[in-house]
C-alpha cells in the first residue's frame, strides 16, 4: 500500500515528535512544520498530503491563516490541535473548514484512532462518486443526486449519509454514528443523531426509507429491492 502522508504542524518540536512516532508506527508518512508559513509551502509543494493536524497558536501565521490560505484551494482534512477548549474558538474553525478538534493534552493512540477514521472517511474505496438504489454521491464535490436531481444537505447530512452508505446493511448503534461523525468527545447525545437522521429522510424522499431504524440500538442503510 502507498503511504499516506500526514502533515503535522506545531512550533513544539516534542510534539512534533511524539505524534510522529506513534503514526509513523502505524505506517504513515510524517512530514513537520515548526510554524504556519512552513506548513503553507509543504503543503502546496507536496499536493498528495493525505490530513494535515495543525496546532492554532504559531509564530509568523497562526492556524486560522493556515486553515483559509488551505480552504481556497483545497478540501484536505484539517485536525486542529488546540490547548484552548473555548467554545467559540471551536465554532471560528468549524466555520472556517476545519474538520475536527484535538485539545491538549491528548492521548496520542486517540489522535491516531481520529487519524485513521477521518481518512477512512474521505477515501472509503478507490471510487470518489459512489451510486446506490438511485442515490448518487460524490464525495469530492460534495454533492448528492437523487434519480438525477440535487438534494441539498448540510455538511454534517452529507456526512451522516456518507458513513451509512460506506456501512451498507451494517447495523450501527448511535455511539458509533456519533463516534465516526461527529467528534468523539462531542458533548451530545442520542437526539442529535435522531434530529440529523431525521431530515435527512425527509431531503431523500421516498429513498429515505433506505434508512432502517433499529429499535434501542440505532439504524441501518438498506437498500431494499425495487418494485
Do not use: C
Amino acid at each position: 500500500m502507498e503511504q499516506i502522508k500526514v502533515l503535522v504542524v506545531d512550533d513544539e518540536a516534542r510534539m512534533r515528535k511524539l505524534v510522529k512516532d506513534f503514526l509513523s508506527v502505524k505506517g504513515f508518512t510524517v512530514l513537520e512544520a515548526g510554524d504556519g508559513e512552513e506548513a503553507v509551502d509543504i503543503f502546496f509543494e507536496q499536493k498528495d498530503i493525505a490530513l494535515i493536524l495543525l496546532d492554532v497558536m504559531m509564530p509568523k501565521m497562526d492556524g486560522w491563516e493556515v486553515v483559509k490560505t488551505i480552504r481556497k484551494y483545497s478540501q484536505v482534512p484539517i485536525i486542529m490541535l488546540t490547548a484552548r477548549g473555548e467554545e467559540r474558538d471551536e465554532l471560528q474553525g468549524f466555520s472556517l473548514g476545519v474538520d475536527e478538534y484535538i485539545s491538549k493534552p491528548f492521548s496520542p493512540k486517540i489522535l491516531v484512532a481520529r487519524v485513521e477514521a477521518i481518512l477512512r472517511r474521505t477515501s472509503a474505496g478507490a471510487s470518489d462518486v459512489t451510486e446506490v438504489g438511485g442515490i448518487v454521491l460524490d464525495k469530492v464535490a460534495h454533492q448528492v443526486t437523487i434519480d438525477g436531481k440535487p438534494v441539498d444537505l448540510s455538511y454534517k447530512e452529507f456526512e451522516l449519509l456518507s458513513y451509512f452508505i460506506d456501512n451498507q446493511g451494517i447495523a450501527l448503534s448511535r455511539e458509533k454514528i456519533l463516534n465516526n461523525v461527529w467528534n468523539y468527545d462531542y458533548f451530545g447525545d442520542a437526539r442529535t443523531i435522531d434530529t440529523h437522521v431525521k431530515k435527512l429522510r425527509s431531503k431523500l424522499g421516498d429513498k429515505g426509507e433506505y434508512i432502517k431504524t433499529i429499535w434501542g440500538m440505532g439504524y441501518k442503510f438498506e437498500v431494499g429491492e425495487q418494485r
